[in-house]
């Protein structure tokens, strides 16, 4: 918005115009790269009761996809939820996602883990991903971050308790 300013009269009978005022929208707090602690906990709690449903639509292998945000009151909420084919790279999140939850159907690592996409994702978009396994009970989960220069990932225990990161 733009305001208004009105001349000054000078004595000598000059009128000076200042500057006009510029008004900002406030801007949206930046995304942590390593998610907050109260939003990993509502990853591991919700995103592992999502584990085990079936998958609705034209894709039943699906991985599904859930992004979380913020509320009004600053608590963490579903956002959206969604499914993608498997093996498939996540598209870049929408608009004020501070976190997504991935679920994998069935382990394409070796080890179990995050994949090279989920990897490339957080590459990509610096920002927080939750890969759940859906192929064990109770369902794995890795929290994947951009931390420092690097993408890395640590295990989140049952209840949200976090061990040590890992390249």
């Known amino acids: ?3 208004l300013a009105a001349a000054l009269l ?20 930046a995304i942590p790269a390593i998610a907050d602690e109260d939003m990993r906990l509502f990853a591991a709690l919700n995103g592992r009761k999502v584990a085990g449903r079936p998958v609705g ?9 859930l992004l979380l945000n913020r509320d009004r009151n600053g608590h963490p909420d579903i956002g959206g ?11 870049a999140p929408p608009a004020g ?6 679920l994998h159907q069935r382990s394409e690592t070796v080890v179990p883990g995050p994949t090279a996409d989920d990897l490339a994702f957080v590459a990509a978009n610096r920002i927080p991903l939750f890969v759940i396994g ?3 009970r109770p369902a794995p989960m890795w929290e ?11 295990v989140i225990g049952d209840v ?8």
């Open 57 to 65: 639509g034209p894709y039943p292998t699906a991985d599904k996809i």
């Open 97 to 102: 996602t501070i976190a997504v939850v991935r």
């Open 134 to 136: 859906e192929w064990a």
């Open 160 to 167: 949200g308790e976090i061990g040590p990161w890992q390249d």
């Open 1 to 3: 918005m733009l305001a």
């Open 81 to 91: 939820s969604l499914a993608m084919p498997v093996r498939q790279s996540l598209p």
């Open 144 to 154: 994947v971050a951009w931390q420092g220069d690097a993408v890395r990932y640590r």
């Open 10 to 29: 000078l004595q000598d009978g000059t009128a000076v115009v200042p500057p006009p005022v510029v008004e900002t929208a406030p801007q949206p707090a």
